[in-house]
């Protein structure tokens, strides 16, 4: 308790990890561990989710980035440690935990009752959207991670091979990991240049990481999108990729965790995780606390049709007749339409469209705004690009 109360006074990465905890640690970074499945860090006191991890309890239940937890089965975790409420969120597996969260913008708290399971992180998800848009989803950056990703791109080529118009990475709600792999993740879509510096409290302790030649992806456009619950390693795969401009970003600001954790181990078998570093993208810049900026903002939103009335230039009063005769028989053809244009869009909501129809489109990007203007934005510059060979 001393000495995790010296660490955790530092900064709110720095702790003491006792034999189970780093143990735990270690197990987590391989891919697979016990718990509810979310990212948390410690903010005025109260434990606040940086991410809940795809397809975990606390993912399935709700939990949203931003949600500060404020008691666990009815005891308030005002006075614990963030490795003391972690303790407390795990257990065995099958049994429930009760949490009381805060949410911004709701006035009275939420209750979640989620059963504790095994935690397997796939790191990476792809398939092919729009039926020539490769996705792919990193959750987190473990040890499996950059070889994840290259099976996946292999895998898209495969499917779609020259008709492929660029990729989408997503990294939202990625809560980050382990540093090389970030790296090595930015290494596959870059060339040449830098793609992180991590700098020490001495100056001259800066350590400089490069790419090296070789894109995986042939050079072909790239948009990354990005939310408050992208942090650290998925921070350093954005920022270099914008800094580099080999890649649109797309989304909300990210989380802002521009520092770097090393991990002592200690006699007894414990270790001290303790923060040795900042991490700087391409140009230098910091993102620590203030997170990085996408290149179009574009808020989590949903789509909605409405029924409006259209009026065109054959509807003035006076307005010059078409030389070819197309004015008249154009406004008989809308008046006749008029009456049944509500009932023609009712249907048309609960139909694919016929752009969806025609580009694949998956009912999770029919649903998500985001992934749906990123790939729209992947089209725009796949025609563009064309145009001008």
Same mark, same amino acid.
């Given at each position: ?17 006792? +034999?189970?905890?780093? /143990? ?7 891919? &697979? ?6 990212? %948390? ?13 795809? &397809?975990?309890? +606390? ?17 308030? $975790? ?14 065995? %597996? ?9 949410? &911004?913008?709701?006035? &009275? ?20 959207? +729009?039926?020539? %848009? ?35 990475? /997503? ?34 302790? $800066? ?16 948009? %990354? ?8 390693? @998925? ?65 989590? @939103? ?11 230039? @054959? ?75």
């Amino acid at each position: 308790y001393a000495i995790n109360g010296m660490l955790s006074s530092l900064d709110p990465h720095s702790s003491y990890l006792n +034999a189970k905890d780093f /143990d735990d640690m270690r197990v987590q970074t391989k891919g &697979e561990f016990g718990g509810l499945g979310i990212e %948390v860090t410690m903010e005025e006191g109260l434990v606040k989710v940086v991410s809940p991890i795809d &397809e975990t309890p +606390a993912a399935k239940a709700g939990l949203k980035t931003g949600d500060f937890i404020v008691s666990l089965d009815d005891k308030p $975790i005002v006075g614990l440690s963030l490795s003391e409420a972690v303790e407390k969120m795990r257990g065995k %597996v099958g049994t429930n935990i009760k949490l009381t969260v805060r949410r &911004e913008n709701v006035s &009275e708290p939420l209750t979640f009752n989620i059963k504790r399971d095994v935690i397997k992180i796939q790191a990476v998800r792809s398939r092919l959207e +729009a039926d020539n %848009v490769g996705y792919i989803r990193i959750t987190t950056f473990n040890q499996n991670t950059s070889d994840a990703v290259q099976s996946a791109v292999e895998k898209i080529k495969k499917e779609k091979g020259d008709k492929l118009i660029g990729y989408v990475i /997503d990294l939202r709600n990625n809560p980050g990991g382990l540093l090389d792999q970030a790296i090595a993740v930015s290494d596959q879509f870059l060339d040449k240049g830098e793609i992180v510096s991590t700098r020490g409290r001495d100056p001259q302790d $800066i350590k400089r990481d490069n790419a090296t030649k070789g894109d995986i992806t042939d050079g072909l456009p790239l948009v %990354v999108i990005i939310n408050g619950g992208s942090a650290s390693a @998925a921070e350093i795969v954005a920022g270099a990729l914008q800094d580099q401009r080999r890649a649109i970003l797309i989304g909300t600001k990210s989380f802002g965790k521009g520092s770097v954790q090393t991990v002592v181990p200690l006699p007894g078998n414990g270790a001290m995780r303790l923060t040795t570093a900042r991490y700087f993208t391409p140009s230098g810049r910091s993102i620590q606390a203030t997170g990085i900026e996408p290149d179009i903002t574009v808020e989590m @939103a949903k789509l909605e049709t409405f029924e409006e009335e259209r009026f065109g230039e @054959a509807d003035l009063k006076g307005a010059l007749a078409n030389p070819n005769g197309d004015d008249k028989k154009a406004k008989k053809e809308d008046a006749k339409k008029t009456e049944s244009n509500a009932k023609e869009i009712r249907d048309e909501l609960d139909k694919k469209t016929e752009d969806e129809k025609k580009h694949g489109l998956s009912d999770e990007a029919k649903d998500d705004y985001q992934l749906g203007r990123a790939i729209d934005l992947l089209r725009g510059v796949s025609l563009y690009a064309n145009r001008n060979k």
